[in-house]
């Protein structure tokens, strides 16, 4: 499963540089928003990047569930 954060092997394919410093310029160039971990990488949203790159994701419309007829229904033919 992905993280919510690009790994290091996706951001420097991203930014074409492994050096964070140099990533973090290329970043910075381009407006991208990001935020610098303990060891000053920076850590770049997995859906921000796909939205800054214009990627879309398909929506699958979803259709209203059928409806379901009672299992059972009550004999009240007895009451008074």
Do not use: C, N
């Amino acid at each position: 499963m992905e993280t919510e954060i690009l790994t290091e092997k996706e951001l420097a394919e991203l930014t074409g540089y492994k050096a964070r410093g140099y990533q973090r310029r290329w970043l910075e160039e381009r407006q991208w928003h990001f935020v610098e971990s303990r060891g000053a990488r920076p850590l770049v949203g997995r859906q921000y990047a796909r939205m800054k790159l214009g990627v879309t994701l398909e929506v699958v419309p979803l259709a209203p569930p059928p409806t379901l007829a009672p299992m059972w229904t009550p004999d009240i033919s007895k009451v008074r």
